[in-house]
């Protein structure tokens, strides 16, 4: 255990460093490819070493290979926002090493798992009574959601924008489900002309579309997906922490409508990759109750939703003791909001 806490010791130092440093090191990984790989060895290491030695291979191999996602001009693909208590709280995850299958595997994580959700929530200024949880990515949000829209309506069809995430096609993929790109208008956002959604399950509107932040008429889509019968999933993993600062919620026009909703606080809300969070305005749906296992293995028992913490079709863990740590006691609403604020300028 000593080594544990001196090697401990000497990692937090050098994360420290990194951190201290990162704005004096290239934005861009300075390798060509293969020049990591060619100085790996290609057999794997039959002793230990000295962590000494794994930090020193830190410093001289893996971190001239790095494109350095922390580094403050770090513009490319999306932001992330890595902070010292997120850092904090994924060593603290990893050390209770959490299994929250069912709620008694780890009452904690799922206790705490819903109600630092439901902060997020009230802090977004989303609507009472959604039910929240962790999954790992955007992407596994919007499966969970396509998965419930198709199990809840019985049709097959995914609307969504020619400029939504490639997650939403490769989702609908995996489900055999037929997706169907609405063009987009002059402003980037999607089309509602012209749109027949009488077979439709799910509608998908992207509010921050990742290439161009537009944003779709989340209300009208909304009210044309009921009319319709369809699920309106919202698609607000890049944009959606910017309602944290309340001058950002005129791109929560509607909102309040949807069946679903996914942000992704691995963006602008301070914490490590991956963390999603993934909302439903229809806990309580009778017809999505489509768990495998008993009522008793759910980790929310007293709720049943085809995207609740219980659903089978999403992740069935998520290191969310620690994950939500940072919201309780690293950070606070004034930071959130700066770190969204300089973020959207
Ligand atoms: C709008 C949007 N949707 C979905 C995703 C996919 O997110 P994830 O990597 O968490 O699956 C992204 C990622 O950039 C995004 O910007």
Known sequence: MSDFRTDGYAAIDWAARYLERVDELPVLAQVKPGELSAMLPVDPPETGEPFANILRDLDELIVPALTNWQHPRFFAYFAVTASEPGILAELLAATLNQVAIVWRASPASTELELRTVDWVRQLLGLPDGWHGHIEDTASTSTLAALIAARHITGRNVVVCSEHAHSSVEKDARMLGMELRKAPADATLAM????????????????????S??????????????????????????????????????????????????????????????????????RPD???????????????VPQRAS??????????????????????RHGSSRPAFRKTASDATR
Request: charged letters at 20%; aromatic letters at 6%; proline letters at 5%.
């Open 191 to 210: 089309r509602t002309d012209g749109l027949d959604l009488s077979d439709v399950a799910a509608v998908v509107a992207t509010v921050g579309t990742t």
């Open 212 to 281: 161009f932040a537009s944003v779709d008429p989340v209300r009208e889509l909304a009210e044309r997906a009921h009319a319709a019968g369809a699920w309106l999933h919202v698609d607000a993993a890049y944009a959606g922490s910017s309602w944290i600062c309340e001058e950002e919620r005129w791109s929560q026009d509607g909102v309040e409508l949807a069946d679903s909703l996914v942000i992704n606080p691995h963006k602008w809300l301070m914490t490590p990759m991956d963390c999603s969070l993934l909302w439903t305005s």
């Open 285 to 299: 749906e009778p017809s999505s109750r489509s768990r495998s296992g008993p009522a008793s293995s759910s980790r």
């Open 306 to 327: 085809a995207i609740s913490s219980g659903s089978p079709t999403t992740i069935v863990s998520s290191s969310v003791s620690a994950r939500n740590t940072w919201v």
